[in-house]
């Protein structure tokens, strides 16, 4: 989430990260050369799946490494929540603060899996952005298990997109490997990340 980076170089940063756990320290970045910076957009997904097997736990922990790399960088970030019945805006855009893991630890989950509402949101979210500056580059992460029946278009001002799967168990659906192919993005496992 480097201000001249507008998507995460994931062999730098697994190169980095070695066999450690995932840390904000890790992460390195695409340069870019045109634009203001980058928004990163995180949609996380706080269904009941989400809460079988610690998946809404172990998003979380990605999603505060991510967000204090946001703040030593000073990058903008907003995080939707959804989950229930709806989505709900949980914070910015704005540069977060040195308290995020208090703040997000406590995010809690269950229902059902309103993904349209969670994309929808964030489609208004990014679309607001790009009439704030068209040049800034918009990125989306989806942390989901993919547990759904919903199957939501791509926000069309996101610029690049991440799927980050947290399904796990014997049996996986694979759906966020198919949401990510047919939204044009990458999907990468949330546990490889933190192995």
């Known amino acids: 989430m480097a201000r001249h980076g507008t998507r995460t170089a994931w062999p730098p940063t697994l190169a980095a990260k070695r066999s450690d756990p995932l840390q904000a320290q890790h992460f390195r970045f695409a340069k870019r050369d045109t634009g203001t910076g980058a928004l990163h957009c995180f949609v ?7 809460l079988a097997r610690g998946q809404l736990a172990l998003a979380k922990g990605l999603l505060i490494a991510l967000f204090d790399r946001a703040r030593a960088e000073r990058v903008e970030v907003a995080l939707i929540a959804f989950g229930g019945a709806g989505a709900e805006l949980r914070f910015g855009p704005a540069v977060p603060r040195w308290w995020n893991e208090r703040w997000i630890e406590p995010i809690g989950g269950g229902g059902g899996t ?29 942390f989901s298990d993919g547990r759904t029946t919903q199957w939501p278009a791509r926000p069309r001002r996101a610029d690049h997109v991440t799927v980050i799967d947290c399904e796990c168990g014997a049996v996986r659906v694979g759906r966020c490997e198919a949401l990510a192919q047919a939204w044009a993005g990458e999907c990468l496992d949330a546990q490889a990340l933190l192995a």
Not at 44 to 50: F, I, K, R
Not at 120 to 133: F, K, N, P, S, V
Not at 134 to 142: G, I, K, N, T
Request: net charge positive.
């Open 44 to 50: 996380l997904d706080c269904s009941a799946s989400m």
């Open 114 to 142: 309103p993904l349209e509402a969670g994309m929808a949101r964030a489609a208004q979210l990014l679309e607001a952005a790009a009439r704030r500056d068209p040049a800034r580059a918009r990125h989306l992460w989806l």
